[in-house]
């Protein structure tokens, strides 16, 4: 289910967040025994909603025997409501998805999905106890998960004279930008990709270094 009260996501949604590395295929794997009973963490990336389910489908069918296999995923930037979902499985309500998915929503990670299955072990653990079971076991997941930042990224055209080509070359490093083409006709016409986030600032100190001759298309 989606979070009551979730706000849809902005439309001006971090461009660039850390996120898992571990895949599907791969999950990172914690494990935590509480009064016997033991939960098995495994987190993802998911860049979509589609791919969280699909992962959390994958685990249910690697662990048929789990007494429960409950999930929370984030397929957005870290913190968007409006972009998770979570399920207690079968546990008691508000004991499992809930708390999970508040993990994730404090965690500062973005596009992730967790499962955590549990084997009862013979002690009921109430209420309380489940909720601060799954949380803990999405906290230790968490705690060793491997993440590389993720940079939303797009092209956009330089024009500059000749002359300026060399104040161009030296803005690309500050504001990680690379070619991916350069057009040569009356002007130098460059292809770039760069993040999201440094188009507007590039366009700025480019119009800067050529004293406004520098032209972006599509900033």
Known sequence: MSPPGA??????????????????EDPHCTELVVRRSRFLAQCARATGSDAARAFVD?????????THNCWAFIAGPPGD???AGYSDDGEPH???????????LHG???????????WFGGTKLGTGGLARAYQDAVQANLASLEVRERVETLRLDAVVDYADADGLHRLLPRHEARIVETRCLDRMTLTLEMPLSEAEPFAAALAGVTGGRGAVLGA
């Open 7 to 24: 706000a849809a996501p902005g439309a001006n949604a971090a461009a660039r967040y850390p996120v898992p590395v571990p895949g599907a």
């Open 94 to 104: 508000g004991t499992a998805g809930r708390p999970m998915l508040q993990v994730l």
């Open 81 to 83: 409501g409006g972009a």
């Open 58 to 66: 994958a685990i249910r069918r690697r662990h048929p025997d789990a």
């Open 108 to 118: 500062g990670i973005g596009e992730i999905a967790v499962v955590v299955s549990r």
